[in-house]
Each structure stands twice: as structure tokens, then as C-alpha cells.
């Protein structure tokens, strides 16, 4: 319980100055709006990290454990965030591109067109893109735990793409985070991420990642059992 409390306070210290004071939040959107990779590394690799180690609690009642690697998952989390970051960007604008050539007025205000349009971006994203993410991320997060946890393990050998493609737990990968989390989950989730308003858009990303980080991360768990 006390590790609980401990935890929650950092959260809201980390997070408070944003809500008491406006000029900290209007200074981190102009960042995100002039840095967005920079932005989106950093809000992934915290975030998303959270997650993960809100996932291990869950399933170990510990938010860290020898080789974990919380600093290792933050790093690679921060990369696959500038990832996410630029595939949010192509498919937004690429999948209103393909309605309006099969005749759908993606200008419209309808409220039932500009769901279509989310929903569409939604399905073509997590189609498309997030199963080679999720792939890539259950082999890097596989590559940690090998090297024990250490930032310098997890550099200092190379990732054999083809025994880790071995070593997965398909049934897991593909009965759990594909079949359940995309079309359940993510379809969903990304849909409203998409009809928001753009200056909210920045929030409901970081919220959403550290939802994957806990799904990603109970995958991760029961695929070791």
C-alpha cells in the first residue's frame, strides 16, 4: 500500500503544475506544436513506461523487479512514440485522401461523416501499422529482459530478428493483442482520438499510452507463464 501512495504522489507532481498553472500547459503545447517528435518521445518513453509498470504491479504487486529495465523500456518507448507520432500523421491525412476519392465530403460537419472519417483513420492505422509496432515492441521488450534490464546490456548486443520472431508466444501475440486489443480496444479508442479537436488530441494520446503500456505489458506476463 505504501509503494501505492508513493506512486500516486509522483504522478500528481509530475502532472499538477499543468493544471494549477496554465501558462506551464500553454508553454508545453507550444512545445509540442514546434517539437513534435521531441514531444512525443518524451511523453512515450514516461507514459507508456508507466504502463508497463503499472501492468507488472498488477500481475506482481511490484512496480519494478531485477531485470525489468525501466530505463532501457523508457528509451526504447520514446522512439516507438516518434513512431507513433508520425504514423498519426500519415494516416490522418492519408485516409481522408482515399474517402474523398470514393466520393465522401471529408469537409463535412455531419456528425455521423466525421465519425466515418475517424473510424476509417482508426481501422487503416491499427490495421495497417500497429501490428509491425506491436511485434516490434514485444521483440525489444524480449531483448531487455535478455540483457537483464541494463541500458548498457540492451546496446552492447545486437537483436536477432529472426530467433526473437521464433520466441514470441503466438498464440498470445496473436489470440490476446491482435484479435482482442486492436479491433475491441483500439478501434475504438482511436476513433475518438481522431474526433477530437486537435489541442485535446496531445492528452488523449498520453492517456492512451499508458493503456497500451498496461495491455502491452499484461501480454508481455502471460506470455512468460
Known amino acids: 500500500m505504501k509503494k501505492d501512495i508513493v506512486f500516486v504522489c509522483c504522478m500528481v507532481l509530475i502532472f499538477l503544475p499543468f493544471i494549477v498553472f496554465p501558462s506551464v500547459y500553454d508553454a508545453y503545447k507550444q512545445f509540442n506544436v514546434d517539437h513534435a517528435l521531441i514531444m512525443a518521445f518524451i511523453k512515450f518513453g514516461i507514459l507508456s513506461t508507466v504502463g508497463e509498470m503499472l501492468g507488472l504491479r498488477i500481475k506482481t504487486g511490484n512496480y519494478n523487479e531485477p531485470g525489468f529495465g525501466i530505463i532501457p523500456r523508457a528509451v526504447v518507448w520514446g522512439f516507438l512514440g516518434?513512431?507513433?507520432?508520425?504514423?498519426?500523421?500519415i494516416f490522418s491525412t492519408g485516409t481522408p485522401a482515399?474517402?474523398?476519392?470514393?466520393?465522401?465530403?471529408?469537409l463535412?460537419?455531419?456528425?455521423?461523416i466525421r465519425l466515418l472519417v475517424a473510424f476509417s483513420i482508426s481501422v487503416a492505422m491499427n490495421c495497417i501499422f500497429a501490428p509491425v509496432f506491436m511485434t516490434f515492441h514485444k521483440i525489444t521488450d524480449m531483448h531487455i529482459l535478455s540483457t537483464g534490464g541494463t541500458l548498457k546490456g540492451f546496446f552492447s548486443r545486437p537483436i536477432h530478428m529472426a530467433q526473437s520472431f521464433e520466441q514470441i508466444n503466438w498464440n498470445v501475440q496473436w489470440g490476446f493483442v491482435f484479435k482482442k486489443t486492436i479491433p475491441?480496444?483500439?478501434f475504438p479508442a482511436h476513433t475518438i482520438t481522431?474526433?477530437?479537436p486537435g489541442e485535446f488530441r496531445v492528452l488523449f494520446a498520453a492517456l492512451l499510452g499508458v493503456?497500451?503500456?498496461?495491455?502491452l505489458a499484461i501480454a508481455a506476463v502471460k506470455g512468460r507463464k
Open 108 to 112: 463535412s460537419t455531419d456528425f455521423f
Open 194 to 196: 481522431f474526433m477530437l
Open 82 to 89: 516518434m513512431g507513433i507520432s508520425m504514423a498519426m500523421t
Open 211 to 215: 493503456a497500451l503500456g498496461v495491455l
Open 98 to 106: 482515399f474517402l474523398k476519392s470514393l466520393g465522401v465530403d471529408i
Open 184 to 186: 475491441f480496444f483500439w
